[in-house]
């Protein structure tokens, strides 16, 4: 079995469709793929029809962890328990008042760009930064994503970025434990994020019943994911890899990184029955 639990596809911001997921991921060697869109499981419907591959349901949650914007994994969760598809429609509800607000601030600062371009791009998906941002490239005020997510525009705190509605983390953790599922701590330590998770936050974390931590991602080097990995066993957590791809949007393939399948086993006996 060859794993990557972390992917994108247009139903958040992610370019590839959700149908064409599972095929491009046969494509690439997996035998699993888990669908992890932001605050959203509109895509797993289209992505479920495709028998290319085992497709595990998932989502990827904004929280809030202490002063810092972190991101978590769900994993099996029940897609129409209520209460986890009340805060996920809040938070999408949210994402879309802040797209317009941001692509406002973008206007005042002398930028280019439409909201009907910015949706144009999201393509029915939730507004979102990396839409911003891909109007801000097209318009030339930027070279590239990378320069759109800076202090000049859009990165955290940024001259154009706006405040958020988000989870406590340990509320999102016994959100997705009660909807059946299961959760893991996306990219806790990526060199592309303003904070990075300290090992007292993971152990926290681990109190709450979060169940493992994305030790291997493109966006941590070497020496990070061996930490991670350590510090994932002294504290019982299980250590996933996945590519977080995002088909267009990112440098990344997938199965770029990967996860065991001992790994997925024991997150599937770790999902918890409401």
């Known amino acids: 079995m060859t794993i990557d639990l972390h992917a994108h596809s247009t139903a958040s911001d992610g370019t590839t469709p959700p149908s064409d997921l599972p095929r491009l991921a046969a494509e690439a060697g997996l035998t699993v793929l888990a669908l992890t869109d932001h605050d959203t499981f509109a895509g797993l419907a289209a992505a ?22 972190v991101h978590l994994l769900g994993y099996f969760a029940d897609p129409g328990n209520a209460p986890l598809a009340t805060e996920l429609e809040l938070i999408r509800t949210d994402r879309e008042r802040r797209g ?27 507004l979102g930064r990396p839409h911003v941002a891909a109007a801000l490239v097209a318009a030339g005020v930027v070279a590239d994503t ?5 202090t000049d525009w859009l990165a ?17 953790i016994a959100l997705v434990r009660a909807a059946g599922g299961v959760t893991v701590l996306a990219h806790p330590r990526s060199v592309k ?15 709450a019943g979060l169940a493992g931590v994305e030790a291997d991602h493109p966006e941590q080097p070497p020496e990070v994911r061996e930490r991670l990995r350590a510090v994932a066993a002294d504290l019982g957590l299980l250590a996933t890899g996945s590519s977080d791809f ?16 001992d790994v997925l086993a024991a997150l599937r006996e770790a999902v918890q029955k409401p």
């Open 48 to 69: 479920s029809a495709a028998s290319d591959i085992e497709l595990v349901p998932g989502v990827e949650i904004s929280c809030r962890l202490d002063d810092a914007e």
């Open 100 to 126: 317009v607000r941001m692509v406002e601030r973008c206007r005042e600062l002398g930028a280019p760009i439409t909201l009907e371009e910015v949706r144009a791009i999201a393509g029915g998906a939730s």
């Open 146 to 150: 990378a320069g759109a997510f800076t």
């Open 156 to 172: 955290d705190g940024g001259r154009a970025d706006v405040p958020k509605h988000v989870l406590s983390t340990v509320d999102a």
């Open 193 to 207: 994020r303003r904070a990075s998770v300290s090992d007292t936050q993971l152990a926290t974390l681990a109190s």
């Open 246 to 261: 995002h088909g267009d949007r990112k440098p990344v393939r997938l199965g770029e990184f990967t996860t065991s399948p």
